[in-house]
T-cell receptor
Framework: AQTVTQSQPEMSVQEAETVTLSCTYDTSENNYYLFWYKQPPSRQMILVIRQEAYKQQNATENRFSVNFQKAAKSFSLKISDSQLGDTAMYFCAFMKHTGTASKLTFGTGTRLQVTL | NAGVTQTPKFQVLKTGQSMTLQCAQDMNHEYMSWYRQDPGMGLRLIHYSVGAGITDQGEVPNGYNVSRSTTEDFPLRLLSAAPSQTSVYFC?????????????FGPGTRLTVT
């Protein structure tokens, strides 16, 4: 079974600054996907970024980037130029690569507050 | 496309009552799933389906029942509600094509069992 650990329950960052959210996971699988989801106060789950484990290059999406360290089983999310709209819960998630869609295993989340 | 829709948005039940949470998607996704979200525990998988007529249990299936008669619909039934089932419930769907299998989530149903 896979486990996903987010060791930072809460974090705070000032607007325009950079913040990094941590995520580690445990798996015996070699092929898998990793995701970061954002959940703002509206409760909607929004995909932020996705990483395929077989790709060495770290994924980036505008102000969001990841630091994927496969050997260390680490998958951190960096948010650059933080904006007030980034205030949300952030969940790290793992999906085994089965050749089709499969279940997500989530971490417990990090609550990020962006302040003025 | 409406995406993934869930009804109702809020529900209060008494212990022992039964009800069905509805989930529908109009994206022709084969994979659908139900999660529950509790404070401090992230989202946990209840049941999932890889296509019409096929369902399987997730991490926390006890007290819940599902069926998948069509590709579009994946209802979640609470057989006899208990206070431990107070939670926010999310339905999600995903295509089964190699695009990273992004799961699309519905807006959630907040359920309170008294």
């Amino acid at each position: 079974a896979q486990t996903v650990t987010q060791s930072q329950p809460e974090m705070s960052v000032q607007e325009a600054e950079t913040v990094t959210l941590s995520c580690t996971y445990d798996t015996s699988e070699n092929n898998y996907y990793l995701f970061w989801y954002k959940q703002p106060p509206s409760r909607q789950m929004i995909l932020v970024i996705r990483q395929e484990a077989y790709k060495q290059q770290n994924a980036t999406e505008n102000r969001f980037s990841v630091n994927f360290q496969k050997a260390a089983k680490s998958f951190s999310l960096k948010i650059s130029d933080s904006q007030l709209g980034d205030t949300a819960m952030y969940f790290c998630a793992f999906m085994k690569h089965t050749g089709t869609a499969s279940k997500l295993t989530f971490g417990t989340g990090t609550r990020l507050q962006v302040t003025l | 496309n409406a995406g993934v829709t869930q009804t109702p948005k809020f529900q209060v039940l008494k212990t022992g009552q039964s009800m069905t949470l509805q989930c529908a998607q109009d994206m022709n996704h084969e994979y659908m799933s139900w999660y529950r979200q509790d404070p401090g525990m992230g989202l946990r998988l209840i049941h999932y389906s890889v296509g019409a007529g096929i369902t399987d249990q997730g991490e926390v299936p006890n007290g819940y029942n599902v069926s998948r008669s069509t590709t579009e619909d994946f209802p979640l039934r609470l057989l006899s509600a208990a206070p431990s089932q107070t939670s926010v419930y999310f339905c999600a769907s995903s295509p089964t094509t190699p695009r990273g299998y992004e799961q699309y989530f519905g807006p959630g149903t907040r359920l309170t069992v008294t």
